[in-house]
């Protein structure tokens, strides 16, 4: 283990801290809850010493990193940890195959062409793939992801899925400077939004989703109380793992 072990280590055990406590607020169990550690802002050294120290879900929102971190995971076998990794961020279908081949979920299929090129190529590779399709609540013209008009209409026609698993529906709330990590009443407009997520899975036919159980893939660093408390059972953690390193390593240099 290296220097940024005991950061990481207390980083990682405040972040589960933190969803524990936004749970019980919620009266919910905080195992429904599962933590996807973003792993995009660091190297694949630091993600590996992440994962050793039992962070065993990783993400990354762009996929050539996401195969390079993989790849290098699978070249540290045996001393590497198992881990699945998310697919995240926004993905081309041109790059769709790279994913195929080394995540295990996708939490950004934002169009029906894209799910169904993953279709194929979970059938190609003979792989299965978890699925999960964004949403866009927000209005923002940067952000893609379904309507839910469009969401509606894609569960309703004929669905070819090949091997992929339609496990439930992911978010992202507008960006608010005022939201504090940890402080449930400043992410007041996050929950908003989390709440219209939580009540669009519940109007959905369920058994479109794998085990007619549609999970809730939202809420970052800045915002996962709010999701926990509107239904979260995926948030997607990054920065708040990682507070304090690159500080502690140049002290350190």
Same mark, same amino acid.
Do not use: C
């Given at each position: ?72 995971? %699978? ?34 299929? !934002? ?64 960006? !608010? ?5 940890? !402080? ?44 926990? %408390? ?24």
């Amino acid at each position: 283990m290296s220097s940024r072990s005991p950061i990481l280590r207390t980083n990682l055990a405040r972040v589960r801290e933190r969803i524990a406590a936004a749970a019980a607020r919620a009266a919910r169990n905080a195992d429904e809850v599962r933590l996807v550690a973003v792993t995009k802002s660091v190297d694949s050294s630091t993600a590996l010493e992440l994962a050793r120290l039992g962070a065993h879900e990783l993400g990354e929102n762009r996929v050539d990193r996401l195969a390079a971190k993989a790849e290098a995971f %699978a070249a540290a076998i045996p001393t590497a940890p198992p881990v699945r990794w998310h697919m995240i961020g926004h993905l081309q279908r041109n790059k769709a195959r790279a994913a195929a081949v080394h995540a295990g979920a996708v939490h950004s299929v !934002d169009t029906d062409r894209l799910l169904a090129t993953l279709a194929r190529l979970s059938v190609e590779l003979e792989r299965d793939l978890d699925a999960s399709l964004e949403v866009e609540l927000t209005h923002l013209p940067t952000r893609s992801g379904f309507t839910p008009a469009a969401l509606r209409a894609l569960l309703e026609g004929e669905l070819q899925l090949g091997r992929v698993k339609l496990r439930g529906l992911m978010t992202m709330a507008a960006p !608010d400077p005022t939201a504090s990590a940890g !402080d449930l009443a400043s992410q007041s407009a996050a929950r908003r939004t989390f709440a219209q997520l939580r009540a669009l899975a519940e109007s959905l036919p369920r058994e479109r989703f794998e085990g007619a159980r549609v999970e809730l893939s939202m809420g970052m660093s800045d915002d996962l109380d709010a999701a926990v %408390a509107e239904g979260a059972h995926w948030v997607r953690v990054g920065s708040a793992l990682f507070e304090g390193l690159a500080a502690s390593e140049e002290g350190a240099a």
